[in-house]
């Protein structure tokens, strides 16, 4: 059963009355959290897509970018986006619900779904204040910490402010050969078959070319200076 059938599966539930919110409550254990990883991005992106006051066009096609929605799931897919928009709980209800989920090792999921966020958000070519402030209250919510914070805004907003010992989450004062263990880490965990067995979907893993790139580039940058 594909992703989108059992996003299907728990659409239905909404049309015996149950709120979008609940069902993604009830989305706790594998497979189901890869379902409500989908779920998660698709309600935080809709409400964040109105964070500066408009929904474009690119930030609904940047949905396609992250979930390739095949041809038969499109409507499946817009009501979602549309009840999520229209649902009373906010978006900090579901940045809870999805907190709740993993435990407190396992913040990497949630780093893919700041991920995804942030690929939304600059879909329109813009970086609006409203958003940064949308994505800063999810982050704190994750409980990711500035560093961390910091480190997935600056693989994605281009006059981010950028230190390659924050994109490596590691402090200047450690030797050159720990921070090498770290990144052959960060390096390891964003390897797909990783990300997979951590419940990302299929469709999301591809976002990780963009962490790949600054995690080397940083690396590259430390190791220059020694």
């Known amino acids: ?76 897919a817009a009501r979602l986006f549309n009840l999520a928009r229209q649902d009373v ?13 993993y435990g407190d090792d396992e913040k990497a999921p949630l780093c893919e779904l700041m991920e995804g966020l942030f690929h939304i958000a600059l879909a329109d070519g813009e970086y609006h204040p409203k958003e940064d402030e949308f994505l800063s209250r999810v982050a704190e919510i994750f409980e990711l910490g500035e560093r961390r914070f910091k480190t997935v805004r600056a693989q994605f907003v281009p006059d981010a402010e950028r230190d390659p010992y924050d994109v490596l989450g590691v402090d200047p004062t450690m030797s050159l050969d720990e921070i090498r263990k770290v990144w052959r880490r960060l390096v390891r965990d964003t390897h797909p078959d990783a990300m997979l067995a951590r419940g990302v979907p299929e469709e999301a893993v591809k976002l990780a070319e963009k962490r790949m790139i600054a995690i080397n580039h940083a690396w590259d940058e430390i190791s220059e200076r020694a």
């Open 1 to 76: 059963m594909s992703i989108w059938d059992r996003i299907s599966d728990a659409l239905a539930a909404l049309r015996q009355g149950e709120s979008l919110s609940e069902v993604f409550g009830r989305l706790r254990t594998p497979p189901e959290r890869t379902v409500a990883f989908a779920i998660a991005v698709i309600a935080l992106g809709a409400k964040m897509a109105k964070a500066d006051g408009q929904v474009t066009r690119n930030e609904v096609a940047a949905f396609r970018e992250v979930f390739h929605i095949p041809p038969r799931e499109e409507k499946n």
């Open 89 to 101: 709980a906010g978006f900090e209800d579901y940045a809870r619900k999805i907190r709740n989920m």
